[in-house]
T-cell receptor, first 114, second 118 residues
Framework: AQSVAQPEDQVNVAEGNPLTVKCTYSVSGNPYLFWYVQYPNRGLQFLLKYITGDNLVKGSYGFEAEFNKSQTSFHLKKPSALVSDSALYFCAVRDGWGYQKVTFGTGTKLQVIP | DTAVSQTPKYLVTQMGNDKSIKCEQNLGHDTMYWYKQDSKKFLKIMFSYNNKELIINETVPNRFSPKSPDKAHLNLHINSLELGDSAVYFC?????????????????FGPGTRLTVL
Protein backbone atom coordinates (compact mmCIF):
# COMPACT_ATOMS: atom_id res chain seq x y z
CA ALA A 1 0.00 0.00 0.00
CA GLN A 2 1.16 3.50 -0.69
CA SER A 3 0.90 6.46 1.65
CA VAL A 4 2.10 10.01 1.96
CA ALA A 5 2.44 12.16 5.06
CA GLN A 6 2.52 15.90 5.42
CA PRO A 7 3.41 16.36 9.09
CA GLU A 8 2.56 20.07 9.31
CA ASP A 9 -1.01 21.31 9.07
CA GLN A 10 0.24 24.86 8.68
CA VAL A 11 3.53 26.57 7.91
CA ASN A 12 4.03 30.26 8.56
CA VAL A 13 6.88 32.14 6.91
CA ALA A 14 7.75 35.79 6.51
CA GLU A 15 7.72 37.25 3.03
CA GLY A 16 11.15 37.06 1.47
CA ASN A 17 12.29 34.16 3.66
CA PRO A 18 12.87 30.66 2.32
CA LEU A 19 10.06 28.19 2.77
CA THR A 20 9.89 24.43 3.15
CA VAL A 21 6.79 22.25 3.11
CA LYS A 22 7.52 18.71 4.20
CA CYS A 23 6.41 15.44 2.65
CA THR A 24 7.36 11.84 3.32
CA TYR A 25 6.10 8.81 1.46
CA SER A 26 5.85 5.06 1.58
CA VAL A 27 5.59 2.81 -1.47
CA SER A 28 6.47 -0.77 -2.29
CA GLY A 29 7.85 -0.02 -5.76
CA ASN A 30 9.34 3.05 -7.35
CA PRO A 31 7.77 6.30 -6.14
CA TYR A 32 6.35 8.85 -8.50
CA LEU A 33 5.90 12.08 -6.57
CA PHE A 34 3.92 15.23 -7.22
CA TRP A 35 3.21 18.59 -5.61
CA TYR A 36 -0.02 20.47 -6.19
CA VAL A 37 -1.27 23.83 -4.93
CA GLN A 38 -4.87 24.76 -4.18
CA TYR A 39 -6.00 28.36 -3.87
CA PRO A 40 -9.31 29.09 -2.09
CA ASN A 41 -12.36 27.86 -3.97
CA ARG A 42 -10.24 26.51 -6.82
CA GLY A 43 -9.16 23.14 -8.10
CA LEU A 44 -5.67 21.77 -7.56
CA GLN A 45 -2.89 23.00 -9.83
CA PHE A 46 0.22 20.99 -10.65
CA LEU A 47 3.55 22.42 -9.45
CA LEU A 48 6.17 19.76 -10.13
CA LYS A 49 6.87 16.05 -10.24
CA TYR A 50 9.63 13.53 -9.71
CA ILE A 51 9.61 10.47 -11.93
CA THR A 52 13.28 9.58 -12.30
CA GLY A 53 16.64 11.26 -12.82
CA ASP A 54 17.90 14.36 -11.07
CA ASN A 55 16.87 14.46 -7.43
CA LEU A 56 16.29 18.22 -7.53
CA VAL A 57 13.17 19.04 -9.47
CA LYS A 58 12.23 22.55 -10.51
CA GLY A 59 8.64 23.55 -11.08
CA SER A 60 6.22 26.40 -11.53
CA TYR A 61 6.33 29.77 -9.73
CA GLY A 62 9.93 29.28 -8.55
CA PHE A 63 9.20 26.16 -6.50
CA GLU A 64 11.52 23.19 -6.34
CA ALA A 65 11.58 19.89 -4.51
CA GLU A 66 14.28 17.46 -3.55
CA PHE A 67 13.76 13.72 -3.79
CA ASN A 68 15.61 11.89 -1.02
CA LYS A 69 15.32 8.13 -1.38
CA SER A 70 17.06 7.23 1.88
CA GLN A 71 14.78 9.49 3.90
CA THR A 72 11.75 8.78 1.70
CA SER A 73 11.09 12.48 1.50
CA PHE A 74 10.09 14.97 -1.16
CA HIS A 75 10.09 18.38 0.50
CA LEU A 76 8.85 21.44 -1.38
CA LYS A 77 11.04 24.52 -1.24
CA LYS A 78 11.25 28.08 -2.46
CA PRO A 79 14.17 30.45 -1.82
CA SER A 80 12.05 33.56 -1.24
CA ALA A 81 8.38 33.38 -0.27
CA LEU A 82 5.75 35.71 -1.69
CA VAL A 83 2.45 36.65 -0.06
CA SER A 84 0.78 35.24 -3.16
CA ASP A 85 2.24 31.80 -2.34
CA SER A 86 -0.23 31.54 0.54
CA ALA A 87 -2.36 28.52 -0.30
CA LEU A 88 -2.94 24.84 0.50
CA TYR A 89 -0.21 22.50 -0.75
CA PHE A 90 -0.67 18.80 -1.42
CA CYS A 91 2.00 16.17 -1.86
CA ALA A 92 0.95 13.07 -3.82
CA VAL A 93 2.49 9.70 -4.55
CA ARG A 94 1.90 7.02 -7.11
CA ASP A 95 3.40 3.56 -6.72
CA GLY A 96 4.79 2.03 -9.85
CA TRP A 97 3.65 2.35 -13.39
CA GLY A 98 0.34 1.64 -14.98
CA TYR A 99 -3.15 2.57 -13.98
CA GLN A 100 -2.35 3.09 -10.34
CA LYS A 101 -4.16 5.52 -8.15
CA VAL A 102 -2.51 8.63 -6.79
CA THR A 103 -2.66 9.08 -3.03
CA PHE A 104 -2.72 12.63 -1.74
CA GLY A 105 -1.41 13.90 1.56
CA THR A 106 -3.59 15.75 4.00
CA GLY A 107 -2.39 19.14 2.80
CA THR A 108 -0.31 21.88 4.39
CA LYS A 109 -1.60 25.41 4.60
CA LEU A 110 1.17 27.88 3.81
CA GLN A 111 0.74 31.35 5.24
CA VAL A 112 3.23 33.97 4.04
CA ILE A 113 3.23 36.95 6.34
CA PRO A 114 3.91 40.39 4.83
CA ASP B 1 -10.12 28.02 -22.83
CA THR B 2 -11.21 25.81 -19.97
CA ALA B 3 -9.27 22.54 -19.82
CA VAL B 4 -11.42 20.61 -17.34
CA SER B 5 -14.90 21.93 -16.72
CA GLN B 6 -17.58 20.80 -14.29
CA THR B 7 -21.26 21.63 -13.99
CA PRO B 8 -22.83 22.74 -11.83
CA LYS B 9 -20.43 24.72 -9.66
CA TYR B 10 -22.82 24.69 -6.74
CA LEU B 11 -25.50 22.14 -5.91
CA VAL B 12 -27.84 22.48 -2.95
CA THR B 13 -30.39 19.73 -2.48
CA GLN B 14 -32.48 17.85 0.04
CA MET B 15 -31.65 14.50 1.58
CA GLY B 16 -32.98 11.62 -0.46
CA ASN B 17 -32.78 13.38 -3.81
CA ASP B 18 -30.83 12.15 -6.83
CA LYS B 19 -28.37 14.47 -8.54
CA SER B 20 -25.71 14.41 -11.26
CA ILE B 21 -22.46 16.27 -11.81
CA LYS B 22 -20.95 16.52 -15.27
CA CYS B 23 -17.31 16.80 -16.27
CA GLU B 24 -15.68 17.46 -19.61
CA GLN B 25 -12.04 17.80 -20.60
CA ASN B 26 -10.73 19.21 -23.87
CA LEU B 27 -7.11 18.17 -23.33
CA GLY B 28 -7.34 14.94 -25.27
CA HIS B 29 -6.45 12.94 -22.16
CA ASP B 30 -7.39 9.29 -21.90
CA THR B 31 -7.85 9.05 -18.11
CA MET B 32 -10.38 10.85 -15.94
CA TYR B 33 -11.00 10.83 -12.20
CA TRP B 34 -13.51 11.81 -9.54
CA TYR B 35 -12.26 13.00 -6.16
CA LYS B 36 -14.11 14.00 -3.00
CA GLN B 37 -12.70 16.76 -0.80
CA ASP B 38 -14.28 16.94 2.63
CA SER B 39 -14.60 19.89 4.99
CA LYS B 40 -11.10 19.26 6.36
CA LYS B 41 -9.72 19.48 2.82
CA PHE B 42 -8.83 15.78 2.69
CA LEU B 43 -8.81 14.62 -0.91
CA LYS B 44 -9.83 11.06 -1.69
CA ILE B 45 -10.12 9.36 -5.04
CA MET B 46 -13.46 7.79 -5.83
CA PHE B 47 -13.25 6.53 -9.41
CA SER B 48 -10.99 6.55 -12.43
CA TYR B 49 -11.73 5.76 -16.05
CA ASN B 50 -9.30 5.08 -18.85
CA ASN B 51 -10.73 5.27 -22.37
CA LYS B 52 -14.26 4.81 -20.97
CA GLU B 53 -13.26 1.76 -18.90
CA LEU B 54 -13.49 1.81 -15.11
CA ILE B 55 -10.02 1.17 -13.69
CA ILE B 56 -10.21 2.46 -10.13
CA ASN B 57 -13.24 1.99 -7.93
CA GLU B 58 -12.49 2.88 -4.34
CA THR B 59 -14.67 2.03 -1.38
CA VAL B 60 -17.56 4.24 -2.35
CA PRO B 61 -21.24 3.57 -1.57
CA ASN B 62 -23.03 2.13 -4.56
CA ARG B 63 -25.31 5.17 -4.47
CA PHE B 64 -22.49 6.77 -6.46
CA SER B 65 -22.39 5.71 -10.09
CA PRO B 66 -19.92 7.12 -12.60
CA LYS B 67 -20.54 7.05 -16.32
CA SER B 68 -18.15 7.81 -19.13
CA PRO B 69 -19.92 8.16 -22.49
CA ASP B 70 -16.62 8.93 -24.20
CA LYS B 71 -13.08 9.62 -23.08
CA ALA B 72 -13.69 13.38 -22.86
CA HIS B 73 -16.60 13.08 -20.44
CA LEU B 74 -17.05 11.59 -17.00
CA ASN B 75 -20.28 12.12 -15.10
CA LEU B 76 -21.17 11.27 -11.54
CA HIS B 77 -24.68 10.34 -10.50
CA ILE B 78 -25.60 10.17 -6.84
CA ASN B 79 -28.78 8.47 -5.64
CA SER B 80 -30.53 9.00 -2.31
CA LEU B 81 -28.28 11.81 -1.16
CA GLU B 82 -27.23 11.84 2.48
CA LEU B 83 -25.92 14.61 4.73
CA GLY B 84 -22.46 13.03 4.69
CA ASP B 85 -22.27 13.45 0.93
CA SER B 86 -21.82 17.19 1.41
CA ALA B 87 -18.36 17.98 0.05
CA VAL B 88 -16.56 19.43 -2.92
CA TYR B 89 -16.27 17.00 -5.81
CA PHE B 90 -13.40 17.41 -8.24
CA CYS B 91 -13.01 15.95 -11.66
CA UNK B 92 -9.51 15.54 -13.07
CA UNK B 93 -7.82 14.16 -16.15
CA UNK B 94 -4.35 12.99 -17.13
CA UNK B 95 -2.46 11.40 -19.97
CA UNK B 96 0.17 8.82 -19.08
CA UNK B 97 2.90 8.06 -21.51
CA UNK B 98 5.44 5.30 -21.78
CA UNK B 99 8.89 5.73 -20.40
CA UNK B 100 10.14 7.07 -23.71
CA UNK B 101 7.76 10.01 -23.42
CA UNK B 102 8.22 11.04 -19.81
CA UNK B 103 6.30 8.51 -17.76
CA UNK B 104 3.35 9.24 -15.43
CA UNK B 105 1.90 12.67 -15.88
CA UNK B 106 0.25 15.17 -13.63
CA UNK B 107 -3.49 15.52 -13.30
CA UNK B 108 -5.46 18.55 -14.40
CA PHE B 109 -8.29 19.41 -12.04
CA GLY B 110 -11.63 21.03 -12.68
CA PRO B 111 -12.89 23.92 -10.54
CA GLY B 112 -14.99 21.65 -8.32
CA THR B 113 -18.66 21.22 -7.53
CA ARG B 114 -19.71 22.17 -4.02
CA LEU B 115 -22.51 19.83 -3.00
CA THR B 116 -24.59 20.74 0.04
CA VAL B 117 -27.17 18.25 1.25
CA LEU B 118 -29.79 19.70 3.62
Amino acid sequence: AQSVAQPEDQVNVAEGNPLTVKCTYSVSGNPYLFWYVQYPNRGLQFLLKYITGDNLVKGSYGFEAEFNKSQTSFHLKKPSALVSDSALYFCAVRDGWGYQKVTFGTGTKLQVIP
Amino acid sequence: DTAVSQTPKYLVTQMGNDKSIKCEQNLGHDTMYWYKQDSKKFLKIMFSYNNKELIINETVPNRFSPKSPDKAHLNLHINSLELGDSAVYFCASSQDWGWDRGGPNEQFFGPGTRLTVL
